[in-house]
């Protein structure tokens, strides 16, 4: 095996590995449903922040880390993606706590039509007409769950806009996965502190103090978020984005799953309906991709 076919297949594996990480995430957080969702965030952004610290020094990103806190734009932007990541991370908790696994799959399944939308308002970016037609399958399916499925409806929008808004951001921002992670948690960490001892003043009392169990499980939630965006960048350098592309449908995909099977949700009509656009949706877009690669080998 030459080296670039040994760089790719590990990529591969990379973002299998991490998209597999996330589509199981609902496991986890439906497991912690005892503890308040905004506690368990705060929990996650204060044990995101000590692994990620490692990992950019690890890795000798520390100068990098440096040279963006120093720059006022970039961190005017991150703090901004904090924001946004934040709202995100707190949406999903509250959605598998509430049996809204389903929801959240699509809202993952959205996202990638609508960074496509939001490159083309704001990036001026052009769509072709098999493009725009997968765009429109795809807002059919979302107008099928004002009929039928609001509360679906809100919590896919929810998690869709503020997750494609943080990535429009961080397209913006010239800084790496892992250190705009990191100082986007630096950013968040106070608040989290302050969140954390909020919860630890008041009855029941901190959630971490429950027992080492509790304390370990709250203490993953870190490792959880961290070790996926790992994988995620080693792919993102090994891999071209339209591989990323496919396999970023692991996560919704195992997600689905996971609602109907683990969670037994409920798949009425109307929420089928909905799942079968944007499924269609996305097998247009991803044909014209593969279509458009092909061409572009072939001219080369």
């Known amino acids: 095996m030459n080296d670039l076919a040994r760089r790719g297949s590990h990529g591969l594996i990379a973002a299998i590995l991490a998209y597999v990480m996330w589509g199981f995430l609902p496991l986890y957080f439906h497991a912690m449903t005892s503890v308040p969702a905004l506690e368990l965030v705060a929990f996650r952004i204060c044990f995101t922040l000590p692994f990620c610290l490692i990992v950019v020094f690890w890795r000798g990103m520390g100068a990098e880390l440096l040279a963006a806190l120093r720059t006022p734009a970039v961190l005017l932007r ?115 502190l302050l969140a954390v001892g909020w919860f630890a003043l008041h009855a029941p009392g901190s959630s971490i103090a429950r027992g080492p169990g509790m304390a370990l499980a709250i203490a993953a939630s870190g490792v959880l978020t961290g070790v996926p965006l790992l994988l995620f960048a080693v792919a993102a350098q090994k891999l071209d984005l339209s591989v990323l592309g496919f396999i970023q449908f692991l996560a919704p995909t195992i997600s689905f799953l996971l609602g109907i099977f683990a969670f037994g949700e409920a798949l009425d009509t109307v929420r089928l309906a909905c799942f079968v656009l944007i499924w269609a949706a996305i097998a247009l877009f991803s044909a014209d991709m593969l279509r458009r690669r092909r061409l572009e080998a072939r001219s080369r």
């Open 78 to 192: 991150l703090c901004a993606s904090a924001g946004l990541i934040a709202t995100n991370w707190l949406i999903f908790v509250i959605a598998v706590a509430n049996g809204h696994v389903l929801a959240s799959s699509l809202g993952y399944y959205i996202n990638p039509l609508l960074n496509v939308l939001i490159g083309t308002l704001f990036l001026g970016e052009k769509l072709n007409r098999t493009q725009w037609s997968a765009v429109a399958v795809a807002a059919v399916g979302i107008a099928l769950l004002v009929w039928g499925a609001l509360d679906m409806l809100g919590v896919a929008l929810a998690l869709a806009v503020s997750f494609a808004l943080y990535g429009l951001i961080r397209k913006l921002t010239p800084v790496a996965s892992v250190p705009g992670l990191t100082i986007e948690t630096m950013v968040l960490f106070v608040p989290a």
